[in-house]
């Protein structure tokens, strides 16, 4: 059984990894803090930095303009590559012959969302290392900024931590959406769309149930120092179960389209 299921996610880890959005998800957050960080230097070299910091870098330099990025760039490199998932399997009708190997379709659903899974938290905790890095070089080549007097770890971590939840709720969001829909256009206008609502409702009380809140949350998290998980953390692993066994549901009632 155990070498059946190693088998199904390899046949999918070597079809997935063909998409070149994966590379999109992957690098772009991370080469993204990266250009912020030769822009914020090149402004320092230009213009002149502070003589000596007043406030907590972690969360003004980095955090401030870094967390807006990430919020509106993740939702979106997850639905595309999500959708680039499926489509692999709606081009050639290669649903039909998925379906006739003899594997079960649960060892193949559960290899393509391990596989999604693992992209995603991967592409999270290179994008969180690479954010660590960010101020612990910007420590050593100007320390007037102040990086190295704050210990702001416990609060990255946790910040990046609930984040990533939130883009696992995202991931089996999406991919319903995308073993419904075959046209790319659905579930990527609904992100956009669910990505500016949860913006705009993100200080009501009922967007603790919505999972797409959680990225604006990132920004609050860093600001206020929130390390402790609340409402909208919670809803949000539940959400990561539930959309989870609609994707379920919905992918073993192909018969090939």
Same mark, same amino acid.
């Given at each position: 059984?155990?070498?059946?299921?190693?088998?199904?996610?390899?046949?999918?880890?070597?079809?997935?990894?063909?998409?070149?959005?994966?590379?999109?998800?992957?690098?772009?957050?991370?080469?993204?803090?990266?250009?912020?960080?030769?822009?914020?230097?090149?402004?320092?070299?230009?213009?002149?930095?502070?003589?000596?910091?007043?406030?907590?870098?972690?969360? =003004?330099?980095?955090?401030?303009?870094?967390?807006? &990025?990430?919020?509106?760039? *993740? /939702? %979106?490199?997850? !639905?595309? @590559?999500?959708?680039?998932?499926?489509?692999?399997?709606?081009?050639?009708?290669?649903?039909?012959?998925?379906?006739?190997?003899?594997?079960?379709?649960?060892?193949?659903?559960?290899?393509?969302?391990?596989?999604?899974?693992?992209?995603?938290?991967?592409?999270?905790?290179?994008?969180?290392?690479?954010?660590?890095?960010?101020?612990?070089?910007?420590?050593?080549?100007?320390?007037?900024?102040?990086?190295?007097?704050?210990?702001?770890?416990?609060?990255?971590?946790?910040?990046?931590?609930?984040?990533?939840?939130?883009?696992?709720?995202?991931? =089996?969001?999406?991919?319903?959406?995308?073993?419904? &829909?075959?046209?790319?256009? *659905? /579930? %990527?206008?609904? !992100?956009? @769309?669910?990505?500016?609502?949860?913006?705009?409702?993100?200080?009501?009380?009922?967007?603790?149930?919505?999972?797409?809140?959680?990225?604006?949350?990132?920004?609050?998290?860093?600001?206020?120092?929130?390390?402790?998980?609340?409402?909208?953390?919670?809803?949000?692993?539940?959400?990561?179960?539930?959309?989870?066994?609609?994707?379920?549901?919905?992918?073993?009632?192909?018969?090939?389209?």
């Amino acid at each position: 059984m155990t070498n059946t299921f190693y088998r199904a996610f390899s046949s999918e880890q070597y079809k997935l990894s063909k998409n070149k959005e994966i590379f999109g998800i992957l690098l772009l957050p991370a080469f993204i803090i990266f250009a912020f960080d030769l822009y914020y230097l090149y402004g320092i070299l230009t213009e002149g930095g502070p003589s000596e910091a007043t406030s907590n870098p972690w969360k =003004m330099v980095l955090g401030k303009t870094v967390s807006l &990025f990430l919020y509106m760039l *993740y /939702p %979106i490199l997850v !639905s595309l @590559f999500i959708h680039a998932c499926c489509d692999v399997e709606y081009k050639n009708n290669n649903y039909k012959i998925l379906f006739t190997i003899p594997v079960s379709k649960s060892k193949i659903f559960l290899s393509k969302v391990l596989f999604m899974l693992m992209t995603v938290w991967f592409s999270m905790i290179m994008t969180y290392l690479v954010f660590l890095l960010s101020g612990y070089l910007l420590s050593l080549t100007f320390p007037e900024l102040g990086f190295q007097n704050y210990d702001f770890r416990e609060v990255i971590f946790y910040a990046f931590l609930k984040f990533g939840i939130t883009l696992s709720a995202i991931t =089996m969001i999406q991919l319903s959406l995308s073993l419904t &829909f075959k046209n790319f256009i *659905y /579930p %990527i206008g609904f !992100s956009m @769309f669910m990505l500016v609502f949860s913006g705009l409702a993100n200080e009501k009380k009922f967007s603790d149930f919505i999972v797409y809140t959680g990225g604006s949350k990132l920004f609050r998290n860093l600001m206020f120092e929130n390390i402790s998980f609340e409402r909208l953390d919670y809803c949000n692993i539940a959400a990561v179960f539930i959309f989870a066994g609609v994707s379920f549901y919905l992918f073993v009632r192909k018969k090939g389209v």
